[in-house]
């Protein structure tokens, strides 16, 4: 019999830490959950994933040697070869050494990258990237992340910031201040936060629009804005308009310079579906070049919460296959 091998995916969050074994081949055997405690550290979180990881082997009656490698997702600024996290703030961490620190822990090659490139990894791996050689990848959640995906290879850049295209300038006289320290970024209007601040400015010149009491109470939500704009509220439907011109104006000009196969929109947002992709294609069509157009669909992306945790088991198995 053929000796099963087993890659983990990890996606280290602020709050959860989501964990998954996968096969080489991309089956995903289980996932699973565990709480962030990092305010005792990064050597904490190490040990946590150590211990769970054992645990969860000697559950599924699994010898340890099943696991091959590990590959983890992490925010903040990190070197992806050396998986030095420079400082990751959500975690409290500075200067750790977390490809050392889990490569001591568990005694197998581990990877490391960030969130958002492991989503885009993931996506291309298992979900709506469909192994496409050329993908650009972007996450519509709290805020606004990407990967870019060149030829099979995620693109890290010079110092790790290649894919940070939520931070992309799509107002540049007056725009709304971003959490990056600039303003008028495509993260203030397209995120969830942005796409709220938006109906705000905009819902009171729509007086009968189902969100303005929501408004008069502060209570609208980005899910809100997308429900009624689907169900043909015209306020709600100005406001995704508005928000999702921003971002096929970025997308466009995006896949000008990078002539991807297929672009993927993933994140919370992304489960608006049609009602995002109608006004984001319109803008899109408006700018791409005909031909970069002609190579390249966009789709929602299929993974879910699961991206990251897929997007981390395929580098595991670059990291195996490098070690
Ligand atoms: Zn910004």
Redesign the pocket.
Known sequence: MIKEKWLAGIDIGGTTIKLAFLTESGELKTKWEIPTDANQGGLKVVKDIGETIREKLLDLNKEADILQAIGVGAPGFLEMETGFVYEAINLGWKDFALKDELEHELGVPTAIDNDANLAALGERWLGAGDGAKDVLFITLGTGVGGGVIANEKILHGANGMAGEL??ITVIPENGKQ?????TG?L??VSSATGIVQLAMEMIPDYPSSTLAPLMNENKITARDVLVFAGEGDEGAKAVVAKSMFYLGFVVANLANTLNPSRIVIGGGVSKGGQTLLDPLIETYTKFVLKRVGEAADIKIAELGNDAGVVGAAWIALAAKRQA
């Open positions: 939520g931070h971003c959490n990056c320290g600039k970024c993260e203030t």
